[in-house]
């Protein structure tokens, strides 16, 4: 199965909402989500890769991709299938010569930062902020549905889009035609996150991206 069937919708965790990253990654693949990113900035290394040993034993159980925000370190320890970069991250390029065939996302906000990360060996990009995000403060300005159809249109790999979709926009940004979408609140803010996570896996069903 090529990486974009899993990645329809790509759901990413964030210890913000009142649920561990363990209770949402299982909740969002219960609901049938395929991919589930680790994303975490305060916890220690230990921790780190204590709760992404964890994570990963729940993405085998269901036959999911796992992968860790920035840390290839933690990415490699735990046996995760792909690590995320962004911008200020380590370059792709070395994480690529560090990793070898490991998954390898990279964050571009621009067609430059796209064709550049596609040069040194990325997978696939995740393009945004599509829209204004509240969960990462330097996401930049946002790119909108013109900015995310020129970064389509300028790689080959598959292009996820990220940043601030949700249920109400959900189907716009699928409209693009990129692979899929990523979210983080949409999901993890609700009281009843596997709820969520199916009724949003549903409108990418209904467009089209979920066999």
Same mark, same amino acid.
């Given at each position: *199965?090529?990486?974009?069937?899993?990645?329809? =919708?790509?759901?990413?965790?964030?210890?913000?909402?009142?649920?561990?990253?363990?209770? =949402?990654?299982?909740?969002?693949?219960?609901?049938?989500?395929?991919?589930? +990113?680790?994303?975490?900035?305060? *916890?220690?290394?230990?921790? *780190?890769?204590?709760?992404?040993?964890?994570?990963?034993?729940?993405?085998?159980?269901?036959?999911?991709?796992?992968?860790?925000?920035?840390?290839?370190?933690?990415?490699?320890?735990?046996?995760?299938?792909?690590?995320?970069?962004? +911008?200020?991250?380590?370059?792709?390029?070395?994480?690529?010569?560090?990793?070898?065939?490991?998954? *390898?996302?990279?964050?571009?906000? %621009?067609?430059?930062?796209?064709?550049?990360?596609?040069?040194?060996?990325?997978?696939?990009?995740?393009?945004?902020?599509?829209?204004?995000?509240?969960?990462?403060?330097? /996401?930049?300005?946002?790119? +909108?549905?013109?900015?995310?159809?020129?970064?389509?249109?300028?790689?080959?790999?598959?292009?996820?889009?990220?940043?601030?979709?949700?249920?109400?926009? /959900?189907?716009?940004?699928?409209?693009?035609?990129? /692979?899929?979408?990523?979210?983080?609140? /949409?999901?993890?803010?609700?009281? %009843?996150?596997?709820?969520?996570?199916?009724?949003? =896996?549903?409108?990418?069903?209904?467009?089209?991206?979920?066999?």
């Amino acid at each position: *199965m090529r990486i974009e069937e899993y990645m329809r =919708l790509y759901f990413i965790t964030d210890s913000g909402f009142g649920f561990t990253h363990e209770e =949402l990654a299982e909740m969002a693949l219960k609901a049938g989500i395929r991919t589930i +990113q680790f994303r975490e900035k305060k *916890m220690s290394t230990r921790r *780190m890769y204590e709760t992404a040993k964890r994570i990963r034993k729940l993405t085998e159980e269901y036959d999911a991709l796992f992968i860790v925000n920035d840390r290839l370190d933690i990415a490699l320890a735990s046996h995760a299938d792909g690590v995320h970069v962004g +911008q200020d991250d380590l370059p792709a390029k070395a994480v690529r010569e560090v990793a070898g065939d490991i998954i *390898m996302g990279v964050s571009a906000r %621009n067609v430059e930062e796209a064709v550049e990360a596609e040069r040194n060996g990325a997978d696939y990009i995740g393009a945004g902020p599509v829209f204004t995000t509240s969960t990462k403060e330097d /996401a930049g300005e946002d790119i +909108q549905a013109k900015g995310l159809s020129k970064i389509l249109r300028a790689v080959r790999i598959p292009v996820i889009a990220i940043g601030g979709i949700n249920h109400s926009n /959900a189907a716009s940004v699928l409209e693009t035609g990129c /692979a899929g979408i990523a979210v983080i609140s /949409a999901i993890a803010s609700s009281d %009843n996150p596997e709820k969520k996570a199916r009724e949003l =896996l549903e409108i990418v069903r209904r467009h089209g991206k979920w066999n």
